[in-house]
């Protein structure tokens, strides 16, 4: 290939020089760089554990008015995953039919060939050697079909054959187009692409490839897609669609490619600095992938039109200790190339700096990481990338003694600090630096507590020095927390004493935040709290009458408000006066004598001054009688009377006849008594008693016999009523009285008492009609009775109106009774027929109308359960009358003499149901669709003009339209 490029070139040169004197522009073109590249890093500084990306961007700069002529193998893949029913009918393969022959349309054939091969299996690969005749080359592209596996390395075999004997001065391409992976030989398909792809490109075939994928194919992962990008001349040379889509897009551009003059047998040579190495495997996925010698990467490709690539590897650090700003390639990296004209040229490769500095101190661990606060202890930091000459500080304070001993270890002497944690950090000569923490602890130290001891409740101000303590601290007295109020500093803190659970001493414990601690034995002590115990000392006065009632009050100490006063065990009214005084109301006693005096606080406890208080007997004088007033009543008792005389007091108790009578005080000389039954009519003493003293009064009071004065009844009213009962009847007569009772028939009523002339009652209810006997009887036993005084009717029903008074014959319709006396167990009858019934209240009826034969008027008869029954003038009529149906047009007006084609007739007031008449026969087949349309099957019919019309259920008849049989 390279004797057919020294050729090319010769013919090259040759037309240049005979063109020098028109074409002067050519001339330029000739001396231009054909290639421009750009280098940059990333990052661009790391640390020398870390690597760096390089990146090299190499840019075709074609000359512009040259065309290198070409010729062109178009390889079409036409195996069976190119037809339709491998592609949920997409129709690849007429999809790639299309877009070749729009390629060979857009060439241009005066300078350029092509020529094609179509593939499947090995043995089904056809060509069509190179023509400049568009039309030979799209007439064999329309005979492809697609059919059988894919050959692809076959393919490539047959394409380079044809381009052996491509012209000397044109630049060989392959353009190959397939659909799917490699299947032939049965033998690494894939590799015997690829390798026959190399052979082409070693040949100085320029080789273009495009992936038709699915388009739920993913490009990344696609194996097609993959194969063919590695097969391609470079990266740029390489090209997929998903789908058809985009197919004839692609060709367009490899057309718009294929005849730039460009630089050819491009080699890339850079070489990384020395202060680098390269990362093995890093540039893999350059297309095509460079050859790595030691610290040389070389790209070879055929040519470079308009387009970037971009080749990537990675470098990092040689000396892992060596920090600076670095060069990442040689100044003898370089491109060499030949232009069109077959001219050696070169481009050197600009190098970028990369800045490389050791990497950053880190701390794993510290042993021991904690100490006393004087400090003076040995510590080891472990960790990575420690440099001599690091230095190490707690906190702010430079540590002593540091030694690197290596990159992972350096020992040091802590310096003394406060309680507490602090920062440890390393830092490098570079000034890169770790921090990792060290912890001062000590027990804290109680040197005083003031003061030592306070109230039980707490509250006060106690002050704590010493030494070691935290701010953050926590102060326990005993289990209570005491609230810090002031840290000085680690030696002087002041908390505020916490209540205490009992009076004593308790142990004082300070807490440190890093958990240290110190308990002070018995460290503070609780006082006694003052006895606040109430105390009874007097009671003012201390004696009093056994029935109590006396104001009295208490002395003592310590009374609060709430307290309660017993006075011989007897809950006592207790007014709270001073914390030294209650006030209280003496309890009556149970005798008289002395009793204790106490008070009980609300938790129960009691506080007793025994004997304190003196009950005294009562002494009443002798009461005295002068009358009784009724001085008679009758032997049942239940009177009042009352009782004249002396010496009465509230306790003064009456008997009559030896018997207790209930007895109200009313005054020193006067009491009310409710006589009790007596046992014998007569008279009886009276007795008056007070505490022990008694007077009587001998034959003071009189049981009598009650004199019983019978009832006359001369009339009722009314004197009739229904059986039902619920009548109010008023009774005249004389000798009534308040309590009596009435009894119609052998049915027993209260009264209500107007006057002794006349009672109220209402009636109760009877079975049978009829007159009763009336029978007044009072509660002292008088009683009188009239004879037939009442009489019982049956309930007779009446009818008022109707609502409405009409209804259709048809029957169905509701209509309302209005009326008198109806229940539920009335019945309606509407010319002799039963109709159903509702019986919405005692004055009306619903009822649903019977059908009848006729209209006119008719009896409407309600009867009662009683027999009883009423009779009113119902009218039936027709009802509400529809308006007659009205034909407007027919969907045929003519049809066949032998019937059967459906027509719709159109028109107004039609209801379901409908009889449909053609002359005088009627339809069997009629369908109701709407007030306006109904739906017929013509019937058979002789030939001529019938009648057509439409009868509703109701008998109305429509108006007629023509039909003709034919």
Same mark, same amino acid.
């Given at each position: 290939?390279?004797?057919?490029?020294?050729?090319?070139?010769?013919?090259?040169?040759?037309?240049?020089?005979?063109?020098?004197?028109?074409?002067?522009?050519?001339?330029?073109?000739?001396?231009?760089?054909?290639?421009?590249?750009?280098?940059?890093?990333?990052?661009?500084?790391?640390?020398?554990?870390?690597?760096?990306?390089?990146?090299?961007?190499?840019?075709? =700069?074609?000359?512009?008015?040259?065309?290198?002529? @070409?010729?062109?193998?178009?390889?079409?893949?036409?195996?069976?995953?190119?037809?339709?029913?491998?592609?949920?009918?997409?129709?690849?393969?007429?999809?790639?039919?299309?877009?070749?022959?729009?390629?060979?349309?857009?060439?241009?054939?005066?300078?350029?060939?092509?020529?094609?091969?179509?593939?499947?299996?090995?043995?089904?690969?056809?060509? *069509?050697?190179?023509? $400049?005749?568009?039309?030979?080359?799209?007439?064999?592209?329309?005979?492809?079909?697609?059919?059988?596996? $894919?050959?692809?390395?076959?393919?490539?075999?047959?394409?380079?054959?044809?381009?052996? !004997?491509?012209?000397?001065?044109?630049?060989?391409?392959?353009?190959?187009?397939?659909?799917? %992976?490699?299947?032939?030989?049965?033998?690494?398909?894939?590799?015997?692409?690829?390798?026959?792809?190399? *052979?082409?490109?070693?040949?100085?075939?320029?080789?273009?490839?495009?992936? #038709?994928?699915?388009?739920?194919?993913?490009?990344?992962?696609?194996?097609?897609?993959?194969?063919?990008?590695?097969?391609? $001349?470079?990266?740029?040379?390489?090209?997929?669609?998903?789908?058809?889509?985009?197919?004839?897009?692609?060709?367009?551009?490899?057309?718009?490619?294929?005849?730039?003059?460009?630089?050819?047998?491009?080699?890339?040579?850079?070489?990384?600095?020395?202060?680098?190495?390269?990362?093995?495997?890093?540039?893999?996925?350059?297309?095509?992938?460079?050859?790595?010698?030691?610290?040389?990467?070389?790209?070879?490709?055929?040519?470079?039109?308009?387009?970037?690539?971009?080749?990537?590897?990675?470098?990092?650090?040689? %000396?892992?200790?060596?920090?600076?700003?670095?060069?990442?390639?040689?100044?003898?990296?370089?491109?060499?190339?030949?232009?069109?004209?077959?001219?050696?040229?070169?481009?050197?490769?600009?190098?970028?700096?990369?800045?490389?500095?050791?990497?950053?101190?880190?701390?794993?661990?510290?042993?021991?990481?904690?100490?006393?606060?004087?400090?003076?202890?040995?510590?080891?930091? !472990?960790?990575?990338?420690?440099?001599?000459?690091?230095?190490?500080?707690?906190?702010?304070?430079?540590?002593?003694?540091?030694?690197?001993?290596?990159?992972?270890?350096?020992?040091?002497?802590?310096?003394?600090?406060?309680?507490?944690?602090?920062?440890?950090?390393?830092?490098?000569?570079?000034?890169?630096?770790?921090?990792?923490?060290?912890?001062?602890?000590?027990?804290?130290?109680?040197?005083?507590?003031?003061? &030592?001891?306070?109230?039980?409740? +707490?509250?006060?101000?106690?002050?704590?020095?010493?030494?070691?303590?935290?701010?953050?601290?926590?102060?326990?007295?005993?289990?209570?927390?005491?609230?810090?109020?002031?840290?000085?500093?680690?030696?002087?803190?002041?908390?505020?004493?916490?209540?205490?659970? &009992?009076?004593?001493?308790?142990?004082?414990?300070?807490?440190?935040?890093?958990?240290?601690?110190?308990?002070?034995?018995?460290?503070?002590?609780? !006082?006694?709290?003052?006895?606040? %115990?109430?105390?009874? #000392?007097?009671?003012?006065?201390?004696?009093?009458?056994?029935?109590?009632?006396? =104001?009295?009050?208490?002395?003592?100490?310590?009374?609060?408000?709430? #307290?309660?006063?017993?006075?011989? +065990?007897?809950?006592?009214?207790?007014?709270?006066?001073?914390?030294?005084?209650?006030?209280?109301?003496?309890?009556?006693?149970?005798?008289?004598?002395?009793?204790?005096?106490?008070?009980?606080?609300?938790?129960?406890?009691?506080?007793?001054?025994?004997?304190?208080?003196?009950?005294?007997?009562?002494?009443?004088?002798?009461?005295?009688?002068?009358?009784?007033?009724? @001085?008679?009543?009758?032997?049942?008792?239940?009177?009042?009377?009352?009782?004249?005389?002396?010496?009465?007091?509230?306790?003064?108790?009456?008997?009559?006849?030896?018997?207790?009578?209930?007895?109200?005080?009313?005054?020193?000389?006067?009491?009310?008594?409710?006589?009790?039954?007596?046992?014998?009519?007569?008279?009886? @003493?009276?007795?008056?008693? $007070?505490?022990?003293?008694?007077?009587? #009064?001998?034959?003071?009071?009189?049981?009598?016999?009650?004199?019983?004065?019978?009832?006359?009844?001369?009339?009722?009213?009314?004197?009739?009523?229904?059986?039902?009962?619920?009548?109010?009847?008023?009774?005249?007569?004389?000798?009534?009285?308040?309590?009596?009772?009435?009894?119609?028939? /052998?049915?027993?009523?209260?009264?209500?008492?107007?006057? /002794?002339?006349?009672?109220?009652?209402?009636?109760?209810?009877?079975?049978?009609? +009829?007159?009763?006997?009336?029978?007044?009887?009072?509660?002292?036993?008088?009683?009188?009775?009239?004879?037939?005084?009442?009489?019982?009717?049956?309930?007779?029903?009446?009818?008022?109106?109707?609502?409405?008074?009409?209804?259709?014959?048809?029957?169905?319709?509701?209509?309302?009774?209005?009326?008198?006396?109806?229940?539920?167990?009335?019945?309606?009858?509407?010319?002799?027929?039963?109709?159903?019934?509702?019986?919405?209240?005692?004055?009306?009826?619903?009822?649903?109308?019977?059908?009848?034969?006729?209209?006119?008027?008719?009896?409407?008869?309600?009867?009662?359960?009683?027999?009883?029954?009423?009779?009113?003038?119902?009218?039936?009529?027709?009802?509400?009358?529809?308006?007659?149906?009205?034909?407007? /047009?027919?969907?045929?007006?003519?049809?066949?003499?032998?019937?059967? @084609?459906?027509?719709?007739? %159109?028109?107004?007031?039609?209801?379901?149901?409908?009889?449909?008449?053609?002359?005088?026969?009627?339809?069997?087949?009629?369908?109701?669709?709407?007030?306006?349309?109904?739906?017929?099957?013509?019937?058979?019919?002789?030939?001529?003009?019938?009648?057509?019309?439409?009868? !509703?259920?109701?008998?109305?008849?429509?108006?007629?339209?023509?039909?003709?049989?034919?």
């Amino acid at each position: 290939m390279r004797t057919l490029k020294r050729y090319f070139a010769l013919i090259v040169t040759m037309s240049l020089v005979l063109g020098l004197m028109v074409q002067a522009p050519l001339v330029n073109a000739a001396v231009n760089d054909y290639v421009s590249v750009t280098k940059t890093v990333n990052p661009t500084t790391i640390t020398t554990e870390d690597e760096a990306e390089v990146t090299l961007n190499v840019t075709g =700069i074609p000359p512009a008015n040259v065309v290198v002529p @070409n010729d062109v193998v178009l390889i079409i893949d036409k195996s069976g995953s190119m037809a339709p029913s491998y592609n949920n009918g997409e129709d690849k393969m007429l999809n790639a039919k299309e877009a070749a022959k729009g390629f060979v349309d857009l060439m241009d054939l005066t300078k350029h060939r092509v020529a094609i091969v179509d593939f499947s299996s090995s043995n089904m690969i056809g060509n *069509l050697p190179f023509t $400049t005749n568009p039309t030979e080359a799209k007439n064999y592209i329309d005979t492809i079909n697609a059919n059988g596996s $894919t050959a692809t390395g076959d393919a490539i075999d047959s394409a380079i054959a044809l381009l052996a !004997n491509h012209r000397p001065e044109a630049q060989p391409v392959i353009v190959i187009m397939t659909d799917g %992976d490699a299947t032939q030989p049965s033998t690494d398909p894939y590799g015997y692409a690829k390798q026959k792809a190399l *052979l082409a490109k070693d040949n100085g075939i320029i080789f273009y490839t495009i992936a #038709l994928l699915k388009s739920t194919d993913d490009p990344v992962t696609s194996g097609p897609n993959i194969l063919l990008k590695e097969m391609a $001349t470079t990266s740029d040379h390489h090209h997929f669609v998903l789908g058809s889509t985009g197919l004839s897009q692609i060709y367009a551009a490899i057309v718009k490619e294929i005849g730039m003059a460009s630089a050819y047998d491009v080699t890339v040579t850079d070489n990384v600095d020395p202060n680098f190495e390269i990362v093995p495997g890093s540039y893999d996925n350059n297309i095509p992938k460079p050859t790595v010698t030691g610290n040389t990467l070389v790209w070879d490709f055929n040519e470079l039109k308009n387009s970037t690539l971009s080749f990537k590897y990675k470098i990092r650090p040689v %000396d892992k200790t060596k920090s600076g700003t670095f060069p990442v390639s040689t100044a003898t990296s370089k491109i060499t190339y030949k232009d069109y004209a077959g001219g050696a040229r070169y481009k050197l490769i600009p190098s970028v700096n990369l800045t490389v500095k050791l990497p950053a101190p880190q701390i794993t661990s510290i042993i021991q990481p904690f100490g006393h606060p004087d400090g003076g202890e040995t510590v080891t930091i !472990n960790g990575k990338n420690f440099f001599n000459g690091a230095t190490v500080t707690f906190g702010t304070v430079a540590a002593t003694n540091v030694s690197v001993v290596n990159s992972t270890t350096i020992t040091a002497t802590v310096p003394a600090g406060k309680q507490g944690t602090v920062d440890v950090t390393v830092k490098n000569p570079d000034t890169q630096k770790a921090i990792g923490q060290y912890q001062y602890k000590t027990d804290p130290i109680v040197t005083s507590i003031t003061p &030592a001891n306070g109230a039980l409740d +707490g509250g006060n101000t106690v002050i704590i020095q010493g030494n070691y303590m935290m701010k953050g601290l926590t102060v326990k007295f005993g289990d209570n927390t005491a609230a810090v109020t002031m840290y000085s500093n680690q030696t002087y803190i002041k908390v505020t004493a916490p209540k205490g659970a &009992a009076a004593g001493p308790v142990d004082v414990t300070i807490l440190n935040p890093d958990e240290t601690s110190k308990i002070v034995d018995d460290g503070y002590t609780y !006082n006694e709290p003052p006895k606040t %115990d109430p105390e009874v #000392l007097s009671i003012t006065p201390n004696t009093g009458v056994v029935t109590g009632g006396d =104001i009295a009050y208490v002395d003592g100490k310590n009374f609060k408000n709430g #307290l309660q006063v017993l006075v011989g +065990g007897k809950s006592a009214a207790t007014t709270y006066v001073s914390t030294t005084r209650l006030k209280v109301t003496i309890p009556a006693g149970d005798q008289a004598g002395a009793v204790d005096v106490s008070v009980v606080d609300a938790e129960g406890k009691t506080y007793t001054l025994a004997g304190a208080y003196t009950y005294t007997a009562i002494v009443y004088p002798i009461p005295t009688i002068t009358a009784v007033t009724p @001085n008679t009543g009758l032997l049942a008792g239940g009177n009042i009377v009352y009782v004249d005389g002396g010496n009465f007091t509230n306790i003064t108790k009456v008997s009559i006849g030896g018997k207790d009578a209930p007895t109200t005080y009313v005054s020193a000389t006067r009491v009310k008594a409710t006589v009790p039954a007596g046992d014998n009519v007569g008279k009886v @003493n009276v007795k008056v008693t $007070t505490g022990t003293a008694e007077a009587e #009064l001998a034959a003071a009071y009189e049981y009598t016999v009650p004199v019983i004065d019978q009832i006359t009844i001369t009339s009722l009213t009314p004197n009739t009523g229904l059986l039902a009962g619920g009548t109010i009847v008023y009774i005249d007569g004389v000798n009534f009285k308040s309590g009596a009772k009435v009894a119609f028939g /052998s049915n027993i009523v209260s009264s209500s008492y107007v006057s /002794s002339t006349r009672i109220k009652v209402t009636t109760p209810a009877a079975v049978t009609p +009829g007159k009763v006997d009336v029978t007044v009887t009072n509660t002292d036993g008088g009683t009188g009775s009239l004879a037939q005084g009442f009489e019982y009717t049956a309930a007779l029903p009446t009818i008022t109106g109707m609502t409405p008074n009409h209804a259709s014959k048809a029957g169905g319709d509701i209509i309302y009774v209005d009326g008198t006396n109806f229940d539920n167990t009335a019945t309606v009858t509407i010319n002799g027929n039963s109709a159903a019934v509702t019986l919405v209240n005692a004055t009306r009826l619903k009822v649903t109308v019977p059908a009848n034969a006729t209209i006119g008027d008719v009896p409407l008869v309600v009867t009662l359960s009683n027999g009883l029954s009423v009779t009113a003038t119902f009218t039936y009529d027709n009802g509400l009358v529809a308006p007659a149906p009205i034909l407007t /047009s027919m969907t045929a007006t003519s049809g066949t003499a032998a019937g059967g @084609n459906i027509i719709y007739i %159109d028109g107004k007031n039609f209801v379901n149901k409908p009889k449909v008449y053609f002359g005088s026969t009627q339809v069997v087949t009629v369908t109701f669709v709407s007030a306006t349309r109904v739906k017929v099957t013509v019937p058979a019919g002789v030939s001529g003009p019938v009648d057509v019309k439409v009868v !509703n259920p109701d008998g109305q008849e429509s108006n007629t339209l023509t039909y003709t049989y034919n």
